[in-house]
C-alpha cells in the first residue's frame, strides 16, 4: 500500500511538472531556445493568485483565471521586448537575454512584494477518498486530472487545428512556413501565450501543495521541468508529460525509499543515465547530422 | 617614397590579443596595489579583490570551453566547489604548522588537480553529447555535486580523519576540528589567499590557455568547433581534444575554488550553485566568445557594477537585470553593429580577435 500511496504522490508532483515541462518543450520547438524565464512567470503566477485570493477575495477560479490572463499577457510581452529582436542572433546571446529576463522577474517580484515568505491560502479542502486503507488527496486527484486535461486539450489543438499546424509547421522550417503564408511571429506568440497560461496553472497547483509564496519560488521547479523537458526529449509534447510524470515518480520514491537529502542527486543522475542511453531523450527524434 | 609605418611585433597579428590581456592584469595589480598601500581603498573594495581573481580564473577557464571548445557548459560553479572544498580541507589538516604561502601553493595545486580529475570523470559522459542536451547533463552534474558536498562531514582530531555521509556522525576527540559540516560547509577556515596570489593565478591561466589556443591542439580544438565532421575527417580524434579542454578547463575552475574557498573564514556549499555557474557564463558571453581580454574586463566590470550601483540600494539588482538584456538587445542590433564594425575597420588593422566565433 506504501507503494501505491508513494507512486499516486508521485504522480501529482510529476504532473505540475508535466504542465511547466510542456511551456519549455513547446518553446523550444518552436523558438529552439532555452526559455530560462519559464520558471519565473510561475512566480508571477503565484503572487497574482496570492493576491486575488487574499487581498480581492476571489474564489478559486475567477483567482486562476485571472492568474491565467495576467501570466498570458506577461509571457507575450517578454517575447515581443526581448527575444523578439534577437530571432537572428546566436543561441547563447538568447540564453544571456532570457536569464536577464529571469533576474529582473526576480528583482522586481522582490521589490513590489518584499523577499518575506507568503503563506498561500489552502484552496482545496484537506480530505480525500480512501480506499482499502490508501488515502489520496483531493489535491493529488485534482492535480493529475488537470494535468491529463491540459494534455488532451493541448493534443487535440496542436493536431486537429488549423493554428495547431501552422505552430507545427514553424517548428519544422521556418522559411518554408512563411512562403505557405503563416506569420511565424504570431505563432511564436502564441506559443508563448500557452506555455505562460499552463504556467499560471502549474503556480496554483504547486501552491496549494506547497503553500509558500516568495521571490526564487520558481527557480527549482523551473530546473526539475527544464529537466524533465529533455528527459522526455525536448521538443517533444508526449516527452515533457512522460518525462514530467516520471521524474515526480522518481523523486518522491528516491525521497520514500532512498534519503530524502539525496533525492536531488538521484533525480539528475537518472537523468544523465537516460540521456547516455538514448542521447536525444525517452522520445526525441534523432536528427542525424549531414555532410 | 612611401613608408608603412612598422607595429610592435607584441601590438601586432596573434600577439595583440595576448598583449592587452598581460597589461591589462599588470597595470591594475600595480594601481591597485598602490592604493591599498596609500589607503586609498575602500574595505568594501579591498574585499572584492581575492573574489574577483577568482571569478577572472574560472571565467577563462569557461570562455575556453564554450567559447574555443564550443560547449555549453551549465555547471563550472561545481568543478570551483570541488576545488574550493578540497583545498579548504587540505589547508585544515595541514594546520598552522605549515607556513601560510606553502599552505596556499599546496591547497591550490590540490584543488586543482581534484578538479581536474572530476572533469575528466564527468567529461566522460558529457562530451558523448552535443548541443542542448550537453548542456543540461553539465547542469546536473552541478547539481548532483552540490548535493553531495551538501551531505558531507569531515573532521580530524589526533587520531586521524573521520569523514561520514548524510547523516553526521563524526564525533572528535577532544582538540578535533570539524572542516566539512554538511549544508553548513567548511567554517574556521584560516583566511590565507591573497591578491597577489590571485593576480599569479590569472597570468598563468592566461600563459596556460593561450599556449593552449595556438597550439597545434588549440587549433584542433577550433577545427572540432567549427566542423566536427570535416575535423573527424583530417584525422582529429573528437572526443580527445575537447576533453583536453574540458579538462583544462574544470583544472582553473577547481584553481578559482581553491583561492576563494581559503579567502573567507565560513563557506557553505550552496554558494556554488546553478547560479555561480550561469554568472560566470554571463560574463564570458559579455566578454565575447573565445575572447579572453573580454571576458577580463566584463568580468570585472560586472562583479563590481552591483557594488557601484550600491547607492540605488534596492534597485541595484534590477539595474543590473535590465543593463544585461540591454547589451545583448543592442551587441545583436543590425544597425549598431554595421556601424560599430565600419568604426573598428577605420581604426583597427586587420588580425587579432580571429579567435571569437564568427557569427
Known amino acids: ?291 | 617614397m612611401k613608408t608603412k609605418m612598422k607595429m610592435p611585433a607584441l601590438l601586432s597579428g596573434k600577439y595583440r590579443g595576448r598583449t592587452v590581456s598581460y597589461s591589462i592584469v599588470l597595470v591594475s595589480w600595480l594601481i591597485l596595489e598602490v592604493m591599498m598601500h596609500t589607503g586609498n581603498l575602500s574595505s568594501l573594495f579591498t574585499s572584492l579583490l581575492v573574489p574577483v581573481c577568482c571569478y577572472v580564473v574560472a571565467a577563462i577557464g569557461l570562455n575556453l570551453n564554450v567559447g574555443i571548445s564550443g560547449e555549453l557548459n551549465l555547471g563550472q560553479a561545481c568543478f570551483m566547489s570541488v576545488g574550493a572544498f578540497t583545498a579548504v580541507c587540505l589547508s585544515g589538516s595541514l594546520g598552522p604548522a605549515v607556513p601560510s604561502l606553502a599552505r596556499l601553493i599546496l591547497s591550490i595545486v590540490a584543488g586543482a588537480l581534484v578538479a581536474t580529475v572530476f572533469g575528466i570523470l564527468i567529461g566522460i559522459p558529457v562530451l558523448k553529447l552535443e548541443g542542448d542536451y550537453l548542456a543540461i547533463v553539465t547542469l546536473a552534474f552541478g547539481q548532483i555535486v552540490k548535493s553531495l558536498i551538501t551531505n558531507m562531514y569531515f573532521g580530524i582530531d589526533s587520531n586521524g580523519f573521520h569523514f561520514s555521509f548524510v547523516d553526521n556522525n563524526v564525533s572528535l576527540a577532544a582538540g578535533g576540528k570539524m572542516l566539512l559540516n554538511g549544508p553548513m560547509g567548511a567554517t574556521g577556515t584560516d583566511r590565507i589567499s591573497t591578491f597577489t596570489a590571485g593576480i599569479i593565478l590569472i597570468i598563468l591561466s592566461l600563459i596556460v590557455v593561450y599556449h593552449l589556443i595556438y597550439s597545434r591542439s588549440g587549433r584542433a580544438i577550433m577545427a572540432a568547433r567549427d566542423n566536427r565532421i570535416a575535423a573527424e575527417s583530417v584525422g582529429i580524434a573528437i572526443f580527445k581534444t575537447k576533453m583536453l579542454a574540458f579538462g583544462v578547463s574544470s583544472c582553473l575552475a577547481g584553481a578559482a575554488g581553491a583561492l576563494y574557498g581559503l579567502n573567507y573564514s565560513t563557506l557553505v556549499p550552496a554558494k556554488f550553485d546553478f547560479n555561480t555557474s550561469i554568472l560566470l557564463l554571463v560574463y564570458v558571453v559579455l566578454g565575447g566568445l573565445g575572447n579572453m581580454t573580454g571576458t577580463i574586463i566584463a568580468t570585472i566590470v560586472l562583479v563590481l557594477l552591483p557594488e557601484l550601483l550600491r547607492s540605488m540600494q534596492d534597485y541595484r539588482m534590477l539595474i543590473y537585470a535590465i543593463v544585461l538584456i540591454l547589451i545583448m538587445l543592442l551587441t545583436n542590433n543590425e544597425t549598431i553593429r554595421v556601424w560599430g564594425q565600419k568604426l573598428k575597420n577605420r581604426f583597427m588593422t586587420k588580425g587579432g580577435a580571429a579567435h571569437g566565433r564568427e557569427s
Open chain 1, 1 to 291: 500500500m506504501d507503494f501505491l500511496s508513494y507512486l499516486i504522490n508521485g504522480l501529482g508532483l510529476g504532473s505540475v511538472y508535466a504542465i511547466i515541462a510542456l511551456g519549455y518543450t513547446m518553446v523550444y520547438g518552436i523558438a529552439k531556445m532555452l526559455n530560462f524565464a519559464h520558471g519565473d512567470v510561475i512566480m508571477v503566477g503565484a503572487y497574482v493568485a496570492f493576491f486575488s485570493i487574499s487581498n480581492l477575495g476571489l474564489p478559486l477560479i475567477p483567482a486562476v483565471l485571472l492568474s491565467i490572463v495576467v501570466c498570458t499577457v506577461l509571457g507575450v510581452v517578454i517575447e515581443r521586448l526581448a527575444y523578439k529582436p534577437l530571432r537572428a542572433a546566436s543561441a547563447l546571446s538568447v540564453l544571456i537575454t532570457a536569464i536577464g529576463v529571469s533576474y529582473f522577474l526576480q528583482n522586481a517580484a522582490q521589490l513590489l512584494w518584499s523577499s518575506s515568505t507568503k503563506v498561500f491560502p489552502s484552496v482545496i479542502s484537506n480530505g480525500g477518498i480512501s480506499w482499502n486503507g490508501l488515502t489520496v488527496s483531493w489535491l493529488t486527484l485534482i492535480t493529475i486530472g488537470v494535468c491529463v486535461l491540459v494534455m488532451i486539450c493541448l493534443t487535440l489543438f496542436i493536431n486537429h487545428t488549423k493554428t495547431g499546424r501552422a505552430m507545427r509547421a514553424c517548428s519544422e522550417d521556418k522559411g518554408a512556413s512563411t512562403l505557405m503564408g503563416i506569420n511565424v511571429n504570431l505563432m511564436i506568440s502564441i506559443t508563448f501565450a500557452i506555455g505562460s497560461g499552463l504556467a499560471a496553472i502549474a503556480s496554483v497547483l504547486l501552491c496549494a501543495a506547497y503553500p509558500s509564496v516568495f521571490p526564487t519560488l520558481g527557480a527549482m521547479p523551473g530546473i526539475k521541468a527544464f529537466t524533465a523537458a529533455v528527459f522526455g526529449g525536448i521538443g517533444s509534447i508526449p516527452g515533457a508529460f512522460l518525462g514530467g510524470l516520471l521524474l515526480g515518480v522518481i523523486e518522491i520514491f528516491a525521497k520514500a525509499y532512498i534519503s530524502t537529502q539525496l533525492s536531488d542527486a538521484i533525480v539528475f543522475a537518472v537523468l544523465i543515465l537516460v540521456l547516455l542511453i538514448k542521447p536525444t531523450g525517452l522520445l526525441g527524434k534523432r536528427i542525424r547530422e549531414k555532410v
